[in-house]
């Protein structure tokens, strides 16, 4: 069996929250006990609704924030507690791409010098000062090296989300996260990026953690999935088996909720709003919004158990029709 080139286990994450008078201070379980891998090359779509944990969760196994409890492994080595300074040669093999290219691109660099200065940071710029590679990089994600000298603002936001891909690529990682990287974008342009991220994976076996709330763009770019609610891991299984016949009513619901999906799951829309992440229900997190649920389902947290080869579900009952 392929070892994980990212492998996270029993990862938490609370923001404390802020003291008011004297009430007890209490946090928000942005994520909680969530097991993850990630195989090298391979492509796992993170969805849920908002707030559900996504962002915290990529955050985390990139070490960009430090984890509340758990472990992350990254190519074999254990970088739960590293420094910043051992974490340093090791971003380079780990890189995030965000949903606002423009508030990751300095507004009065030029495009080619951004790209040129993480290759410089990271000593791959060559006598040149990385100049010809930046030019290399922007033709390849489909602009030309002669928009080097240009400004982001003279861009449009589908071109700057290809400046900032050129630019986490430059370096060559292994691991790629992308938060919600096409969710900023007029549809008409999202399908370019994501051909050109499906592209440049095939190119480079570049693995991804790609997050996004929008079920059919993880459709279209992920090998497996993992449902996030409240922080927790509802379900996780191959892309197909999530999409055609999910088996956690929470994701069943989403794909019920989801725009042009008249499909066959006759769920019931998600009645209310999602609970507090500072004060979650007791047992399934997701009881107070599942139609199925049992007086059971308050008592424990339900863990993740395998319903097929590679397919695991958070859920008690057994005995759905979803
Ligand atoms: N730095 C922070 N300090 C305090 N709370 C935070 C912080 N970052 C995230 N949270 C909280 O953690 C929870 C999870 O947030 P997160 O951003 O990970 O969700 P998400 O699934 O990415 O949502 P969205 O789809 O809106 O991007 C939310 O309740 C959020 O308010
Ligand atoms: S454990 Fe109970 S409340 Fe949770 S999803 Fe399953 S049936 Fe619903
Ligand atoms: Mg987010």
Redo the contacts with the bound molecule.
Sequence with gaps: MTAPLLEATRLVKH?PLPRHGLSRRGA?R?VEEVDLAVLPGEVLGLV??????????GRLVLRLIDPTAGRIVFEGQDITALSRGALRPLRRRMQMVFQDPYASLNPRRPVGEAIAEVLRLHGLAGHDGGTVRARELLAHVGLSGDDYPRLPRSFSGGQRQRIAIARALAVEPKLLVAD?PVSALDVSVQAGILTLLRQLRAEFGLAMLF?S?DLSVVEAMADRVMV?YL?RVMEVGPVRAIFTAPRHPYTAALLSAAPGRALAHRMPPLAGEIPS?ADPPSGCVFRTRCPFALPACAETVPQLRAIAPGHSKACIRDDLSL
Excluded: D, Y
Aim: glycine fraction near 22%; charge should be negative.
């Design positions: 923001f928000v942005a849920g609704e908002s707030g559900s944990g996504k962002s915290t969760l919600e997050i709330h996030l922080g992440p």
